[in-house]
């Protein structure tokens, strides 16, 4: 893992997820890039607008661009002061999905924040971003303030789907640097897409013979959800970290029957590494 980008949406304060990531390059050795999407001024601009009211909104945009390359300085102070010198600033204009998904081409992991701006439910949403990044590992940080990356204990949520076993392989340098890994299953409700290699799949061998030592901890089933029973679970280990795959159904879909993705970003406590 050597390049890291975060999208921050506020830059003349930065939200702990900024400083997280920062983090994260530092305990990698990576380099981290920040990231903030401003509207373009053409965006600002409208057929129905009167022309001084269109000659405002574009002066407000160019100043909000300004002041957004302005923030280089403050960022790559902080990444200094946090042990990062190789650390870049980046500004575009447009949509935010959109934007993401161009630079994570070339990044190996996209760090968000819950914030109050940055809600699932927000019109900038993380569900938004993660499904605009396409295959591109994310990992997101819950608003309050966190514990730096220490990563010494990581659990893995398992289903057997594809975008949990993409999780665990784009986790795999933090796995590696763990020294607890547990498995959270609820066994006998795997929809799992292994079924048809034999013998079955088994994470645990596959962790194992990348040096990674896990143990395996059955869910029981409470009735109270998937989402809450893994944060649960997440917690009475400790863990620094939690692995699972993004929801795999259609954003419609995920809206109407609801989901772990969903009940896991709105409550979480610690990061979540996921991977559509």
């Known amino acids: 893992m050597k390049d890291i980008v975060v999208y921050s949406e506020s830059f003349k304060s930065w939200f702990p997820h900024v400083e997280y990531a920062i983090r994260l390059a530092a305990t990698f050795d990576a380099n981290v890039t920040g990231v903030c999407v401003c509207p373009s001024p053409e965006a600002a601009m409208s057929v129905y607008d009167a022309p001084a009211l269109v000659q405002e909104s574009i002066k407000e945009a160019r100043q909000l661009m300004g002041d957004a390359y302005a923030a280089e300085a403050s960022f790559l102070a902080l990444a200094r002061e946090l042990g990062v010198t190789d650390a870049f600033w980046q500004v575009a204009d447009g949509d935010v999905p959109h934007s993401m998904k161009l630079i994570g081409n070339w990044h190996d992991l996209l760090v968000l924040g819950r914030t109050p701006d940055l809600a699932w439910s927000s019109s900038s949403a993380i569900g938004d971003i993660m499904l605009g990044c396409g295959g591109v590992p994310c990992l997101v940080v819950p608003e309050m303030r966190v514990k730096p990356p220490t990563l010494n204990r990581i659990a893995i949520a398992w289903n057997g789907s594809a975008e949990a076993l993409r999780a665990v392989h784009a986790a795999l340098p933090m796995l590696i640097r763990a020294w607890k890994v547990v498995i959270l299953n609820r066994g006998g409700n ?63 879909r995920e809206r109407i029957l609801g989901g772990a993705t969903r009940e896991v970003l709105e409550k979480t406590t610690i990061p979540v590494l996921m991977r559509h």
């Not at 290699?197 to 998937?226: K, N, T």
């Not at 989402?227 to 863990?239: K, V």
């Open 190 to 252: 795997q929809a799992s897409l292994m079924d048809q290699w034999m013998p079955g799949f088994d994470l645990a061998s596959y962790l194992q013979r990348h040096g990674v030592i896990a143990e395996s901890h059955a869910l029981a089933d409470r009735g109270e959800g998937i989402g809450t029973e893994l944060l649960q679970a997440a917690g009475a280990f400790q863990t620094d970290l939690l692995v699972m795959g993004g929801y795999g159904h259609t954003r419609l």
